[in-house]
């Protein structure tokens, strides 16, 4: 099993950017397939991104395309969402989460391992 903490969520305006960071730990990180989701207030957890394990394909939701990037780094354990031209819309608390599956990885039910989230508030 892997434990997963993120961090760099925070309060931001329209246009601004922001780079998440999730560090794991408790097993080998390269294995797992990581992703980013995100859930606002009363809505379901919405896929963002995902990146396998040695960074050769990504993939990303619409809504996200073009403006966030997820990348990784094995010899830090670390995943990252660079978040740039942020919108309202936004607005959520992201998590990161992995994988050792291959396929339906856009879906949360993929993922067995899950961090506690990291709040992103984008004002307008």
């Known amino acids: 099993q892997v434990q997963l903490v993120e961090s760099g969520g925070g309060l931001v305006q329209a246009g601004d950017s922001l780079r998440l960071s999730c560090a794991a730990s408790?097993?080998?990180?390269?294995?797992?397939?990581m992703g980013w989701f995100r859930q606002a207030p009363g809505k379901e957890r919405d896929f963002v991104a995902y990146?396998?394990?040695?960074?050769?394909?990504?993939f990303y939701a619409d809504s996200v395309k073009g403006r966030f990037t997820i990348s990784r780094d094995n010899a830090k354990n670390t995943v990252y969402l660079q978040m740039n031209s942020l919108k309202p819309e936004d607005t959520a608390v992201y998590y990161c989460a992995a994988s050792l599956f291959g396929s339906n990885l856009a879906r949360p039910l993929a993922y067995r391992n899950w961090g506690q989230g990291t709040q992103v508030t984008v004002s307008s």
């Open positions: 408790g097993d080998t990180f390269s294995r797992y397939t």
């Open positions: 990146i396998i394990w040695n960074s050769v394909y990504t």
